[in-house]
Nanobody, 124 residues
Framework: QVQLVESGGGLVQAGGSHRLSCAAS????????MGWFRQAPGKEREFVAA????????DYADSVKGRFTISRDNAKNTVYLQMNNLKPEDTAVYYC?????????????????WGQGTQVTVSS
């Protein structure tokens, strides 16, 4: 089992920057690829970004490409999501996820472990 805890959510002004963190514990030596998803009120949970175990491969949703950056520090068992030029439509609960595989994935079903989520609200 892998436990995930997100942190860093909050209220941000449009155009601003913010960073989310996700700390993993438990069986984190299984070379897990990690991902970030988000869910806005009344909408489905959607893919945001993913990173392979090595950190060499990254994938982004078109809506955040060029504004968000995913990274990881395996020594700290932590994954980050740097969000720049935030827009009101980025407002959502952001979830961290891990999969029992080292390569990236975009689908929710591709992930085996989930955090509780952290709220990000972007004001206009």
């Amino acid at each position: 089992q892998v436990q995930l805890v997100e942190s860093g959510g909050g209220l941000v002004q449009a155009g601003g920057s913010h960073r989310l963190s996700c700390a993993a514990s438990g069986r984190t030596n299984n070379r897990n690829a990690m991902g970030w998803f988000r869910q806005a009120p009344g909408k489905e949970r959607e893919f945001v970004a993913a990173i392979s175990w090595s950190g060499l491969n990254k994938d982004y949703a078109d809506s955040v490409k060029g504004r968000f950056t995913i990274s990881r520090d395996n020594a700290k068992n932590t994954v980050y999501l740097q969000m720049n030029n935030l827009k009101p439509e980025d407002t959502a609960v952001y979830y961290c996820a891990a999969r029992r595989d080292s390569v990236v994935a975009r689908t929710r079903s591709g992930y085996d472990y989930w955090g509780q989520g952290t709220q990000v609200t972007v004001s206009s």
